[in-house]
């Protein structure tokens, strides 16, 4: 979805820089905003309790999800959207933390793939377990505010970038 993407409201004035938004809008666009700010902090509370930075628990998701239980850091890198010097740097910090270790892949000998160690998944599922919690905790919020937003597009005719 583009990042400035406007809801029509029902009084158009032709000019899409001179249409109002529905008030509405803004009563989703908050309660998405603050669903989003009470799981980050819910959050990074959970992760500094463990050792864990964001950046490395969203690697260690990455990882886990990767199709053979191994990613490459070029991989984590596009994942994480972060420069493979980044990502190199990361894959150390997570490797110095006994949570993941490079190892050499079977399919071709040149490529070294990173992946979780026993103690990365016993980390990580408890972490997920805790963050799943979390979400649905503020799921009603995020679906009252994203039907809200949804019914207005219709109602309004859709959205425009």
Known sequence: MPSATRV??????????????DPGVFEGL??????????????????????VTTQQYQALLVI??????????REIA?????????????????EIAGLAVRTPSVDDRRSVLVCLTPRGEQVLEGLARKHLGAM??????????????????????????
């Open 136 to 161: 649905l905790e503020n799921e009603p919020l995020l679906v009252e505010s994203l039907a809200r937003l949804r019914d207005l597009a219709h109602t309004t005719g859709g959205t425009e970038a």
């Open 78 to 94: 596009d994942e994480l959207l972060i420069q493979h010097n980044g990502a190199v740097q990361l894959v150390d910090r997570l």
């Open 30 to 51: 908050a309660g998405i905003r603050l669903a989003m700010r009470r799981f980050l902090s819910f959050s990074e509370t959970a992760l500094a309790a463990v050792g």
């Open 64 to 73: 886990k999800v990767s199709r053979q239980r191994g990613i490459r850091v």
């Open 8 to 21: 029509r409201s029902a009084a158009k004035t032709g000019n899409s820089d001179d249409e109002t938004l």
